[in-house]
């Protein structure tokens, strides 16, 4: 019998198994060194994230205390401007009363001139003044009044 030189198939398989078990050894460091790195940079980025959060939310606290203050601003205008305004008409009460003569409800009643106003009637087409009825539409036409003046 003669003897081969070449080797098997299972010759070439178990080669190659120790081929890539050697490799695996000497990549293992450098693997786990990467993982490291990755999580490293995984761990920074969230840390970035959340001081970017903090930070948003405090610019979004800002604008919410600067529309508040904004508000209780307008708010004291609008204030000041009632008061103004109140004391205004007031005063320009009080300035009626002073020059209208007694201050009493019953003397200005028995001293003041008056108008007593009635409706009449309405206008008709021709200029004619005419009864109101139940039945007719006076939101179009002019409406005549009867004016008294009493002392």
Do not use: W
């Amino acid at each position: 019998m003669s003897k081969k030189t070449g080797m098997s198939t299972m010759g070439y398989a178990i080669v190659l198994v120790i081929i890539l078990g050697i490799v695996m050894i000497i990549s293992a460091p450098m693997l786990v060194d990467n993982y490291e790195m990755d999580k490293n940079k995984q761990a920074q980025e969230a840390q970035n994230s959340y001081q970017n959060d903090r930070h948003s939310s405090r610019d979004y606290n800002n604008y919410n205390q600067f529309q508040e203050e904004t508000y209780i601003n307008i708010t004291k205008d609008m204030r000041n401007i009632e008061r103004r305004l109140s004391s205004r008409i007031d005063e320009l009460e009080m300035h009626y009363r002073d020059t209208s003569g007694p201050t009493s409800y019953e003397e200005e009643e028995t001293l003041s001139d008056k108008y007593i106003c009635e409706i009449e009637g309405v206008k008709n087409e021709y200029g004619n003044t005419v009864e109101i009825t139940e039945d007719m539409d006076i939101s179009t036409r002019k409406i005549v009044f009867v004016c008294e003046y009493r002392r």
